[in-house]
């Protein structure tokens, strides 16, 4: 069992950053990929970025490529989002995802067997 916390969502202008951090309690947390997902407003949820149990291994969707940058830290537990050159269309609730199958790195939010709650990013124009 993996629990995750998000933070470090909030308001911004467009052009400018912030970075989301995601702490998992729980057992193996280095053996698990971790995604970035994000839901707006009355659409599905999207996948954002994932990376794997080996930290060399990541993937963006095509929106965020070049301006996002996943990363983990196993010591510590944590995954981290670095968002840059943010754009309205950013605007989302951002979730956390972990799958206990470290090897894939999966795009679908059926892969991904633990959640959590989610922080807020508001991005102005």
């Known amino acids: 069992q993996v629990q995750l916390v998000e933070s470090g969502g909030g308001l911004v202008q467009a052009g400018g950053s912030l970075r989301l951090s995601c702490a998992a309690s729980?057992?193996?947390?280095?053996?698990?990929?971790l995604g970035w997902f994000r839901q707006a407003p009355g659409k599905e949820r999207e996948f954002v970025a994932t990376?794997?149990?080996?930290?060399?291994?990541?993937y963006y969707a095509d929106s965020v490529k070049g301006r996002f940058t996943i990363s983990r830290d196993n010591t510590k537990n944590t995954v981290y989002l670095q968002m840059n050159s943010l754009k309205p269309e950013d605007t989302a609730v951002y979730y956390c995802?972990?799958?206990?199958?470290?090897?894939?790195?999966?795009?679908?939010?059926?892969?991904?067997?633990?959640w959590g709650q989610g922080t807020q990013v508001t991005v102005s124009s």
């Open positions: 995802a972990a799958d206990n199958s470290g090897l894939r790195l999966g795009i679908s939010a059926g892969e991904y067997e633990y």
């Open positions: 729980g057992r193996s947390f280095s053996a698990y990929a």
């Open positions: 990376i794997g149990w080996s930290v060399g291994r990541t």
